[in-house]
């Protein structure tokens, strides 16, 4: 299937008020696993409702390829079923009166599929999900993950060029979580098809998506990989919202933590303008127990332990740097205890600069890479 396109979409609810969504212009390339993450009301779901139909756009185009689906100027509108697209509810939506094998084949049924081959792709798609042993089960009789197994094999029965998932697993455990990711991971390589996914949840874009569009308050902030969009966020907002713990962010000052690393960054590069603050990442920021310890190259400091966190694989521990809270994340035992003093560090090529309004400059590690796709 050609990619899908959408091209200064606006959608407004309230005529005055802010848009759900203001002039969007993302491309969501065919084949790829593409996450629309973002905070609640940023607008990802109305996103996804638009691609799928559900809701028509105020202003702009939605096509997929040279197709169009979606223009207030052009006058077009394909229906939701006209668009070759399965859709995921949240709340999986499964009929409480059909069986699995009834739920897996409705959607056949709607398109007239002779009985013979309903039965057959039913059963093909809950194979696929692990849950075809369930056939004569009632949705009442199944687990919440085996209820989103079958949501999905009835979008996989129909066989569509585009699968539309919005937040599917916010309703289950962690574990549930885990294996449905795998799972949905699965079936993208096995299908190939494109998907759309809607989350709030950094983890799942980071493990399942091939690209992230991250937004905020209805308007596009970056798309990239999730890699490229985790080492190098395109601004502020993006640099906050993915990671976790999340980027220690440190408004620009003359003094305490915030001169320390500006001077230190002025040393470092050249030409880049008046930064309006520096972020580290937790797990760049090290610790080390004397100066001696530290790369030469490197911007260090004291730091007293004010918490340590373990999580079993890793530590988090809460600092005070001068005049500001931080936090690191070690792989390594800290053996530290609240109240002492350390030497917190990173490297150059670790440390993020971002400009006034938010939008990241080019630091002195970036001359080589490739610059992100940001809208701002």
Same mark, same amino acid.
């Given at each position: 299937?050609?990619?899908?396109?959408? @091209?200064?979409?606006?959608?407004?609810?309230?005529?005055?008020?802010? %848009?759900?969504?203001?002039?969007?212009?993302?491309?969501?390339?065919?084949?790829?696993?593409?996450?629309?993450?973002?905070?609640?009301?940023?607008?990802?779901?109305?996103?996804?409702?638009?691609?799928?139909?559900?809701?028509?756009?105020?202003?702009?185009?939605?096509?997929?390829?040279?197709?169009?689906?979606?223009?207030?100027?052009?006058?077009?509108? =394909? %229906?939701?079923?006209?668009?070759?697209?399965?859709?995921?509810?949240? &709340?999986?939506?499964?009929?409480?009166?059909?069986?699995?094998?009834?739920?897996?084949?409705?959607?056949?049924?709607?398109?007239?599929?002779?009985?013979?081959? +309903?039965?057959?792709?039913?059963?093909?798609?809950?194979?696929?999900?692990?849950?075809?042993?369930?056939?004569?089960?009632?949705?009442?009789?199944?687990?919440?993950?085996?209820?989103?197994?079958?949501?999905?094999? +009835?979008?996989?029965? =129909?066989?569509?060029?585009?699968?539309?998932?919005?937040? %599917?697993?916010?309703?289950?455990?962690?574990?549930?979580?885990?294996?449905?990711?795998?799972?949905?991971?699965?079936?993208?390589?096995?299908?190939?098809?494109? =998907?759309?996914?809607?989350?709030?949840?950094?983890?799942?874009?980071?493990?399942?998506?091939?690209?992230?569009?991250?937004?905020?308050?209805?308007?596009?902030?970056?798309?990239?990989?999730?890699?490229?969009?985790?080492?190098?966020?395109?601004?502020?907002? =993006?640099?906050?919202?993915?990671?976790?713990?999340?980027? &220690?962010?440190?408004?620009?000052?003359?003094?305490?933590?915030?001169?320390?690393?500006?001077?230190?960054?002025?040393?470092?590069?050249?030409?880049?303008?008046?930064?309006?603050?520096?972020?580290?990442?937790?797990?760049?920021?090290?610790?080390?127990?004397?100066?001696?310890?530290?790369?030469?190259?490197?911007?260090?400091?004291?730091?007293?332990?004010?918490?340590?966190? %373990?999580?079993?694989?890793?530590?988090?521990?809460?600092?005070?740097?001068?005049?500001?809270?931080?936090?690191?994340?070690?792989?390594?035992?800290?053996?530290?205890?609240?109240?002492?003093?350390?030497?917190?560090?990173?490297?150059?090529? +670790?440390?993020?600069?971002?400009?006034?309004?938010?939008?990241?400059? @080019?630091?002195?590690?970036?001359?080589?890479?490739?610059?992100?796709?940001?809208?701002?």
């Amino acid at each position: 299937m050609p990619a899908i396109h959408l @091209s200064g979409v606006v959608k407004t609810y309230v005529s005055g008020a802010r %848009p759900a969504v203001r002039d969007l212009d993302l491309t969501i390339p065919d084949g790829s696993f593409t996450c629309l993450l973002g905070p609640s009301g940023c607008g990802k779901t109305t996103t996804l409702r638009m691609i799928a139909g559900l809701e028509q756009p105020t202003r702009g185009e939605i096509r997929v390829g040279d197709r169009v689906l979606d223009s207030v100027e052009r006058g077009v509108y =394909v %229906p939701p079923e006209k668009r070759d697209m399965g859709l995921v509810f949240q &709340n999986y939506a499964l009929w409480p009166h059909l069986t699995v094998q009834g739920n897996t084949e409705f959607g056949l049924r709607m398109r007239k599929v002779p009985a013979e081959r +309903r039965k057959a792709r039913a059963k093909e798609a809950l194979e696929k999900v692990h849950v075809a042993d369930c056939m004569d089960r009632y949705p009442s009789q199944l687990s919440g993950g085996q209820q989103q197994r079958v949501a999905l094999a +009835r979008m996989l029965a =129909v066989d569509p060029d585009v699968l539309l998932l919005d937040e %599917p697993l916010s309703n289950l455990d962690a574990r549930l979580r885990l294996e449905m990711r795998a799972e949905l991971k699965r079936i993208h390589d096995e299908t190939g098809a494109t =998907v759309v996914f809607v989350t709030h949840d950094q983890m799942e874009a980071m493990t399942m998506a091939t690209h992230i569009a991250v937004m905020s308050e209805g308007e596009l902030q970056q798309v990239a990989p999730p890699m490229e969009m985790y080492e190098r966020p395109g601004n502020r907002f =993006v640099a906050g919202f993915v990671g976790s713990p999340p980027m &220690n962010i440190v408004p620009a000052g003359e003094s305490g933590l915030a001169g320390s690393l500006l001077r230190y960054a002025e040393k470092r590069a050249d030409g880049l303008g008046t930064p309006g603050c520096v972020g580290v990442r937790p797990e760049a920021l090290k610790l080390a127990a004397s100066q001696d310890e530290v790369p030469d190259t490197a911007w260090s400091d004291e730091a007293v332990v004010e918490a340590v966190l %373990p999580t079993g694989a890793s530590w988090t521990v809460q600092l005070r740097v001068l005049d500001t809270e931080m936090f690191a994340v070690t792989h390594e035992d800290p053996e530290a205890a609240p109240g002492d003093r350390l030497r917190c560090w990173a490297r150059p090529g +670790r440390l993020h600069l971002f400009a006034e309004d938010g939008a990241r400059m @080019s630091a002195w590690d970036d001359a080589t890479t490739t610059t992100p796709k940001v809208v701002s």
